[in-house]
């Protein structure tokens, strides 16, 4: 192996490239899709139970340390933590595996977050139900594709239902 231009060259034993060589792209890939900072959320649809909800948050700067900021589901205020614990169980989930190919997946989602960013972009992420123990997500506005732990999915779907 060689470094750069260099006329050195550089020995690397075998069983350092193993997990390399034997394993292929999608060993290497993050198993985060989800994370959103709640700072650059302008809104989020929220489609469960065949109904769509939209979260929303307003800051107001009270000062330069002081801010309020308030919690809304469809323009009703809601309690903060409620709205918080909702919203982190859904930017803190983690895929068990990534697909290769975006397989087709019948029906709605059980559960399907559309963010809206401050930045005027979307990101949408669609769980559909795929075996006893996992979901199948949809996510780069469904380029790509995962399975998650349904412990996790559970998680959000019953942080919703609590805050709704």
Request: aromatic share 14%; hydrophobic share 35%.
């Amino acid at each position: 192996m060689r470094v750069d231009q260099s006329e050195e060259v550089h020995t690397v034993h075998q069983e350092y490239l193993v997990d390399f060589v034997e394993n292929g792209p999608t060993s290497f890939w993050s198993l985060a899709y989800s994370f959103v900072s709640i700072g650059d959320m302008e809104s989020l649809d929220v489609t469960y139970g065949g109904k769509t909800y939209v979260l929303s948050r307003d800051a107001v700067n009270e000062g330069k340390s002081d801010q309020k900021i308030t919690y809304y589901v469809d323009g009703k205020e809601v309690d903060r933590d409620l709205f918080t614990e909702f919203y982190y169980a859904c930017v803190s989930v983690t895929a068990q595996e990534r697909l290769v190919e975006i397989p087709d997946v019948p029906g709605q989602a059980d559960l399907k977050l559309e963010y809206h960013l401050t930045d005027g972009s979307t990101k949408t992420i669609s769980y559909y139900e795929f075996d006893q123990n996992f979901y199948t997500v949809l996510y780069d506005n469904g380029e790509s594709a995962a399975h998650t732990n349904k412990l996790y999915v559970n998680k959000m779907m019953d942080s919703l239902e609590e805050l709704l």
